[in-house]
């Protein structure tokens, strides 16, 4: 606060570099090409991710199986049944409160706080 607005040309030079260097300015396309108008870039990252989101319409039982085959397992039967339990109200109140109390809000907004403060009306809905 003492040096008033000295260093906001420091942190808006530091922006302005951080967003030129995040752009994307041109791009290879499937065909090899380097494209860099804004339709072109677009059209290219659309089929890019058609192409990788498509299905297949292919991929047999066997063809998955033998996909599968390749993972390690990492769980054991009886973990399996384990995780695959009915989560319960105490349980979930439990490790709400393990959690940081006022720390960064999740998606919806609210923090951890609130949902232990609350946990008595909304504690059902949330199971």
């Given at each position: ?48 991710f ?7 319409k ?10 599968l ?16 339990r ?6 979930i ?9 006022d ?17 008595d ?5 949330i199971?």
């Amino acid at each position: 606060m003492k040096c008033g607005d000295n260093n906001t040309s420091f942190f808006h030079k530091f922006s302005n570099h951080r967003r030129v260097s995040n752009a994307v300015w041109d791009i290879e396309n499937d065909d090899g090409i380097v494209v860099s108008s804004q339709r072109d870039l677009a059209r290219t990252a659309r089929s890019h991710f058609r192409h990788i989101f498509d299905d297949p319409k292919t991929t047999s039982i066997a063809s998955q199986l033998t996909l599968l085959e390749v993972f390690p397992t990492l769980a054991r039967e009886d973990d399996n049944l384990w995780l695959g339990r009915e989560v319960t109200l105490d349980e979930i109140e439990s490790i709400l409160k393990l959690c940081a109390k006022d720390k960064s809000p999740g998606p919806d907004g609210w923090t951890v706080e609130f949902f232990i403060g609350f946990w008595d009306l909304m504690g059902l809905e949330i199971l």
